[in-house]
């Protein structure tokens, strides 16, 4: 699809529109990516209180921990037909609403709704995942790598809120389950009414004649599907896993809990450095291999720190692990949109990629807390999260080469 066969948009309603005006364009990313993570990194700082609180295993802990990362892995390759069916704004629009709503039943009645409502929220959150690098693809193809670094720094912010406001909230509210739960639904339904007006368009991408339903199935069938797939998956999957237990591992070792959080936050703003940063670059170069391999270099040199480095220099290494994990979602993001011809492709290989990259990424949390249990300590986990670093700079070193995903498409 060439950038001409964008549907068209009436005047009068561009300046409404989120990605059609230069003033809209990065309201309408920061506002959706705001409440991307704020509901997941608001938890791991008080799994200890969770787990008390709640009478919560060890092993109930994990699950907890994966189960964002496992919705997504099943709620992503469902967005791409959805929007087709009603358009990517509507489908945001619902997303939202979903999320407001889940976020509320699990602070609500925490005792069994916990586990329910974090699906309900997370699966929401997989949808907009998938959504937005299309909706950027289809609406400013020209500055895709600056939507695309403004959406992942507003998701970086609001991930830094999460982890550095759980403790303190907890706190503050005598020890309150729902209030500490239920928070983040407030600003996702502040969301939902903001995007409302959003939703009278429901603009679906063009299709140039009629495409094979078979397409997303014929996504498989390229190797450079799975390259951008074990990449997205690999670099979540150390994130994810260092996200749900870097906080435990500090505290484990003296570390305060507002400390831990602390630390937490700062791995978090350091992805939003670079993934504002890298998209932008990514953009202006055809082939991305030299800042995959740099970003997944650093990833592991913060990752080794903050597992066998002092405590005391821990701030250090957590930084730079925070760096090198927004630049490996950062190019991961942008893979799913360089790869593809056309938004519609877009939206179909980030759903793959996301999908499958996920459900790779779900063994993160759960395996890290299992050999936790096992062995009794941290090094054999955070030796293994090291190893598979290595896979990840593999996968990243193909999905970064200038290639672009060829489909049959029929009159």
């Known amino acids: 699809m060439s950038d001409s066969a964008a549907p068209h948009v009436p005047a009068g309603a561009r300046q409404r529109l989120p990605l059609a005006g230069d003033a809209g364009d990065q309201d309408g990313i920061l506002l959706l990516g705001l409440n991307l993570r704020a509901a997941i990194t608001s938890l791991p700082p008080i799994f200890p209180e969770l787990a008390g609180a709640l009478s919560l295993s060890p092993a109930a802990i994990s699950a907890l921990a994966a189960v964002p990362v496992l919705c997504f892995a099943v709620f992503s390759p469902v967005a791409a037909p959805l929007s087709r069916r009603f358009g990517e704004e509507r489908v945001l629009l619902a997303a939202l609403v979903l999320l407001a709503g889940g ?46 670094g403004a959406y992942l720094m507003s998701l970086s912010a609001g991930a830094i809120l999460g982890s550095l406001l759980a403790v303190p909230v907890f706190r503050s509210s005598h020890g309150s389950v729902p209030i500490a739960l239920g928070l983040w639904a407030l600003p996702a339904a502040a969301a939902a009414l903001l995007w409302l007006p959003q939703a009278r368009f429901g603009i679906r991408p063009a299709e140039p004649g009629q495409v094979r339903r078979s397409r997303i199935a014929d996504l498989g069938r390229h190797r450079l599907t799975w390259q951008v797939t074990f990449f997205m998956g690999l670099q979540s999957l150390i994130y994810y896993a260092t996200l749900s237990w870097l906080p435990t591992m500090f505290r484990d070792r003296g570390v305060s809990p507002v400390h831990a959080g602390d630390l937490l936050a700062l791995m978090n703003f350091g992805n939003a450095v670079t993934a504002l940063l890298i998209p932008v670059l990514a953009h202006r170069v055809r082939d991305q291999r030299l800042l995959t391999s740099l970003t997944v270099t650093v990833t592991m040199a913060g990752l080794a720190g903050a597992s066998f ?17 927004g630049a490996g979602l950062g190019l991961a993001i942008y893979f799913t949109m360089a790869r593809a011809p056309d938004p519609r492709v877009a939206a179909s290989l980030s759903a793959f990629a996301q999908g499958g990259g996920y459900l790779v990424a779900a063994a993160g949390p759960l395996l890290v807390g299992f050999l936790h249990r096992a062995t009794g300590g941290w090094t054999v986990p955070m030796t293994l999260l090291l190893a598979i670093g290595v896979a990840e700079f593999t996968a990243g070193w193909y999905a970064a080469r200038d290639r672009v995903l060829h489909l049959t498409v029929t009159a």
């Not at 009645?109 to 690098?133: E, K, W």
């Not at 480095?309 to 994990?325: E, F, N, R, T």
Request: aromatic residues 4%; positive net charge; charged residues 10%.
């Open 103 to 148: 976020l509320a039943l699990r602070g609500a009645l925490p005792g069994g709704l916990l586990f329910p409502g974090t699906v309900i929220a997370t699966g929401a959150i997989a949808l907009m995942n998938v959504l937005l690098p299309s909706l950027v693809k289809r609406r400013a193809p020209t500055r895709a790598g600056l939507l695309i």
């Open 309 to 325: 480095a002092p405590a005391a220099s821990a701030a250090v290494w957590v930084l730079l692990l925070g760096l090198g994990q």
